[in-house]
């Protein structure tokens, strides 16, 4: 069997090693892309069904496909084997290139915007202006999206990914990030719905954040927005953005809240972190566990968590699992390695014998090419004998280099996923 984590045998050091990278990777496929694209959109001699829509191609002169996000090029290639000719046009937009017979593909950068992104977004709106009822728009919009669909409004992309840094390492939470990007776009908060209109908007969701909140998902680019400028306003103050990024005139705008532009659209979860936590939780029961799903919008700074995680008393034979998206305090320099990895190293040196401790990206990058880590005594006790203090690491944010040199990184490669993070403890 081929696995999904390409060190599988490296790190499967012992039975208990090896179960917790059999629980993981139930997560990872229970996620995988275009198997939940080919899940929810079905071909029928004359149409499709998406869900419980059944849309039949005699109603629609025009389709068109744009993917957005890190699960774009997955999405897209499933969509072009689905609906086949009928293809109009289309554009994926992701951070890695696909080869596609009818569908344009695009290149941008995450976390921050750039040229490109604008570059690729302002093809998007070209394909998809002059819109008719008689056109079919089939979006998928996933984890990234916020970055790669990047259409500033009256700033540069620079002065975009200063406010964007600035925001995040601050830790603010997600929804607050998505908020202020929302009102400096003219792109997203439910803008890409109003370019579409008056046609019919079928979008495909796959959720990265806590909670699911479609809004959020890439600063929901189909979704009436209900947040407001003044709510923007107030994060920008709340986190002296202004005076940080040296933009005293920066101006934020209101997004489109006229219910025109959103009675043809429908927006479709279709992936969400509790489909990997709920596969997860499954493997852990075949392999013998208690499984407990504890959360799945878990918020915070991911060392103390780990910290916090590795400090509780345990029962025998459980394994406990939580989803969402922790934060990190960025150092002044800082040096390389994720959240994930951080969770991790925070809880290290707290691990009892029989536990082990996992932190996974579910697109299998943790601001690295590692996809997270997994930690026990044993990986503590090795690396004191290197040398290594894992509250040295933490305090240059250098947690990939601790892991380098201990052991324990999980490698996946891009996983063409994005539903958040992959968190739980496991004990023997």
Not at 114 to 125: F, M, P
Not at 141 to 168: F, Q, Y
Not at 335 to 363: C, H, I, M, P, W
Request: hydrophobic residues 35%; negative net charge; glycine residues 8%.
């Amino acid at each position: 069997m081929e696995h999904i984590i390409k060190n599988y045998s490296e790190i499967a050091t012992n039975s208990l090693h090896t179960d917790a990278l059999e629980i993981l990777e139930a997560g990872y496929g229970a996620i995988l892309t275009k198997n939940a694209i080919h899940n929810v959109v079905v071909r029928n001699p004359d149409g499709i069904r998406i869900k419980d829509e059944y849309i039949s191609f005699v109603d629609f002169t025009r389709v068109f496909v744009i993917a957005i996000g890190k699960c774009a090029v997955d999405a897209g290639l499933a969509l072009e084997e689905i609906l086949a000719e009928n293809i109009t046009d289309g554009i994926v937009l992701d951070i890695k290139a696909g080869k596609f017979n009818r569908l344009r593909s695009f290149i941008g950068t995450h976390p921050y915007p750039s040229s490109q992104n604008v570059s690729a977004v302002k093809e998007i709106i070209t394909t998809i202006s002059n819109l008719n009822e008689k056109d079919l728009v089939i979006t998928v919009i996933s984890g990234g999206g916020s970055s790669l669909l990047s259409l500033p409004h009256e700033i540069s992309t620079n002065d975009l990914t200063n406010i964007t840094r600035a925001i995040m390492d601050k830790s603010a939470p997600i929804h607050e990030l998505n908020i202020v990007r929302k009102h400096l776009s003219d792109i997203q908060g439910g803008s890409l719905a109003k370019f579409s209109y008056p046609a019919k908007v079928v979008s495909l969701i796959f959720s990265d954040v806590p909670g699911n909140d479609i809004s959020t998902i890439a600063s929901g680019p189909t979704v009436r927005d209900t947040s407001t400028k003044e709510e923007a306003e107030k994060i920008l103050e709340k986190y002296d953005i202004r005076n940080a990024c040296n933009l005293p005139e920066l101006e934020t705008i209101e997004t489109p809240k006229d219910e025109k532009y959103f009675d043809n659209v429908t927006n479709l979860l279709v992936v969400t972190n509790d489909s990997a936590l709920s596969a997860m939780a499954k493997k852990a029961e075949d392999l013998g566990y208690k499984a407990k799903i504890e959360s799945d919008k878990v918020e915070g700074i991911a060392r103390e968590f780990g910290m916090e995680l590795s400090k509780r008393e345990l029962s025998s034979k459980t394994c406990t699992l939580f989803g969402g998206e922790t934060t990190v305090h960025v150092a002044e320099h800082p040096g390389t390695g994720g959240r994930n990895q951080e969770f991790v190293l925070g809880g290290l040196e707290y691990l009892k014998d029989g536990v082990v401790l996992v932190g996974a990206s579910s697109d299998g990058k943790d601001y690295s090419d590692a996809g997270g880590a997994i930690g026990d005594k044993e990986l503590f006790e090795r690396a004191k004998e290197l040398g290594l203090n894992p509250q040295d690491f933490l305090a240059n944010n250098n947690s990939f280099e601790f892991f380098k040199q201990a052991g324990g990184h999980i490698h996946t490669g891009s996983t063409g996923a994005n539903v958040a993070d992959l968190y739980f403890i496991l004990k023997s």
